[in-house]
């Protein structure tokens, strides 16, 4: 994307393309234009498809080393005494319009890191003045689409590893819907980051829920390289159900005592107009791991997986929630029983080493009302 603005730029200031360029921004092409047309298509017809039901679309989460493979990645800028500046994807001693000698500079625009899985990317890239023009065009994308009524596109941000970052980049997004006369749409973190797991109270008030990414949650929990054929990489862990917990309970905690709304809260907004919070949980564990998949379904609102697994975890479902039905009617519904039960089985005590359930009483009576039961202490 960022090559995509250089190019329009140069042909915009009277510069010129090679013709490897030529070859792929055909004649009348803005390619900034063409770029965020494109993703509006995409964008909108995923949107248009699910319609009036939400889609949640991540914003790209490319690492450096992955962008580094794309055209354009690396390209060369050509200064020509005849003809001006111009834009190459190879090196050239002389002009590829009039044959004279050119000054060549190569530009690399991903840099080089130890640990692209840790370096710049997700949210730290789209406030980086390297990026954010990028970044605007993903969100000039989404607001073509709500222009033609696909408001149920909800954007959702990946990596985000400090509350100002996060501030930071809602506000960017707000900002730019306001300017259209749009209303903000919801706003979804990705919960991949410990920070997240660990100060939940602090990234609450910029979002509207939160997706967890359990591969890159799992590697920065654990400090395991994901891709590493030694270690082995395993998401159904305590430590990564703990913080999942944390969040999950700060977020519906957070509903209950600003709302009164105990349980899902799918499309629901307060009397101040904010979303009510939503948790959903990303990637392949839901339906390879059916023991984490119980857990999930104590702590989550939804979850999603991959298209070819959607039948087979439908059935996981439905059995996960038989299951925890029984277990509600075995404790007598009482939360405190449901509580110590679900620690027991998840695993899941205070970090202090107190004994005590690491599953809250509020997690058993959202459990119940999620499942359609009335607690014991709340019967007539």
Known sequence: PVFCIKASRVRSEGGFWAPEVEEIFPPGVDPREEWTYRLTLGMGLIAASFYPREVILRFSDFKTNEYATLIGAVHYELECPRCGKGLALKPYEKCPRCGSQVKTRKVELEPKEANPMMGWRGVSRYLDPRFREAFMMEVEAMIRCHKKGLTNLIPMFPFVRHPEEAKAVTDLVREAFEREGLKPPKMIFMAEVPSIGLVPYLFNPYCDGYSFGTNDYTQLITGTDRDSPLLPFNEDIPAVRMAIATV???????????????????????????????LG????????????????????????????????????????????????????????????????????????????????????????????????????
């Open 248 to 278: 999950a309970d700060s977020a519906h905690l957070e509903n209950y005592e600003k709302y009164g709304v105990l349980g899902p809260a799918e499309g629901m907004a307060g009397p101040d107009g904010r979303y009510l919070k939503e």
């Open 281 to 380: 949980i990303c990637g392949q564990a839901p339906s390879d791991l059916p023991g984490f998949l119980k857990f999930l379904a104590v702590y989550l609102d939804y979850v999603s997986v991959n298209p070819d697994a959607v039948m087979r975890t439908l059935e996981l479902l439905v059995q996960v929630e038989e299951e925890l039905r029984e277990l509600c009617e075995r404790c007598g519904r009482d939360p405190r029983k449901i509580a110590l039960e679900l620690s027991r089985e998840f695993n899941l005590w205070d970090p202090f080493g107190r004994g005590e359930p690491g599953v809250s009483e509020f997690r058993a009576r959202w459990l119940m009302a999620k499942l359609g039961l009335e607690p014991a202490d709340e019967k007539a």
